[in-house]
């Protein structure tokens, strides 16, 4: 009777560390299960090429349409980065039709309508925040004598958006001073907006490609300096950078001038919360074919080299388009 009583209680047992540890998977986020998935997540939220960006719903419009009928327009707005979207801070307008023609349509509409916040994607949302607009007009006119009329419909996106970098540099304040094999890094230059764990950018358009490193000084009076060469690059050639000063309502109307374009703004700061001389100095950027350069200074103290993130932090605007041709025909009597 005693062995049987210890084998019931050592079932009783097993069967308890077997309901704790079902009870603990059922509870554990669905951002990962172990910590490689939740790695794999936060890669997927830090790297990319792609802001907010819209597209017709199929069939909406659809390809051919009768006057004297609605005409229903949806556009699918989907933040593909990882940069949270105010409902001021992006707009989805409807271009090149004439209004006369297909009257009442609201052309301006925010990206986060109804929602107030577009947001990125993160670990709990890979995917990015979805939205959907819709123009209506109640009823497609054509004049007298005209019987076809063939619009190519297009949707221009115009967002603000902001990339954040922190790649990984070496600095070292007694460069010249000490035998390289004693040393846990060396300064180098860094590639960045390539590789396995920064594949396609950092989570928006605008990104850092590179970053060179040089050290100057490196005496026992601590007044080395390190310098960073920080290569900027436009890596959505779908998308067209504007200033974070242009406007952003109207931009697919005639708000934009040539000086608005290819302009970010920047801050670099090391690990600490410190700033340096950077050029160039009015904090803009100019991309040309889409690439500019940031050079800033930092002076570096200490008696040992070490690895530090290099925060660099990129604001500006960008427009982007997609069009689809819809025919209109005259209604037959």
């Not at 986060?112 to 006119?141: D, H, I, P, T």
Request: proline residues 5%; neutral net charge.
């Amino acid at each position: 009777m005693k062995k049987s009583g210890i084998a019931l209680l050592c079932l009783v047992l097993v069967l308890f560390m077997l309901l704790l540890t079902s009870c603990s998977k059922m509870g554990k986020s669905s951002a990962g299960d172990t910590p490689t998935d939740t790695a794999t997540a936060l890669r997927i939220v830090q790297t990319g090429t792609h802001g907010v960006e819209t597209s017709f719903a199929q069939n909406y419009p659809p390809p051919l349409v009768y006057d004297q009928n609605e005409l229903i327009i949806i556009a699918d707005v989907h933040n593909k980065g990882n940069f949270d979207v105010n409902a001021q801070d992006c707009f989805v307008q409807l271009t090149n039709f004439d209004p006369n023609i297909i009257p009442g349509i609201n052309t301006v509409r925010s990206c986060a309508e109804s929602m107030n916040l577009l947001e990125g994607k993160n670990v709990y949302n890979l995917e990015g925040g979805y939205n959907q607009l819709e123009f209506r007009s109640s009823g497609v006119r054509l004049p007298d004598g005209v019987f076809e009329y063939n619009p190519t419909l297009n949707l221009v996106t115009c967002s603000k958006y902001q990339t954040k970098a922190s790649p990984l540099v070496c600095v070292d304040p007694l460069f010249y001073q000490i035998a390289s094999q004693q040393k846990s890094c060396t300064p180098q230059s860094v590639v960045y907006g390539t590789g396995k764990n920064t594949v396609g950018g950092q989570g928006g358009p605008v990104g850092v490609s590179s970053v060179g490193v040089n050290m100057i000084g490196g005496g026992s009076s601590g007044a080395s300096k390190a310098v960073f060469e920080i290569n900027v690059r436009n890596y959505n050639s779908a998308a067209r950078v504007l200033s974070p000063d242009s406007e952003l309502r109207n931009c697919g109307g005639a708000s934009l001038s040539y000086t608005d374009f290819d302009k970010v703004r920047y801050e670099v700061r090391l690990s600490g919360g410190s700033s340096g001389n950077c050029k160039p100095a009015d904090g803009l950027v100019r991309l040309t074919n889409g690439q500019g350069k940031i050079v800033c200074t930092f002076n570096i103290h200490g008696t040992t080299a070490y690895e530090t993130p290099l925060q660099v932090t990129l604001d500006y605007n960008y427009i982007q388009s997609q069009q689809k041709a819809v025919k209109i025909i005259k209604t037959p009597q």
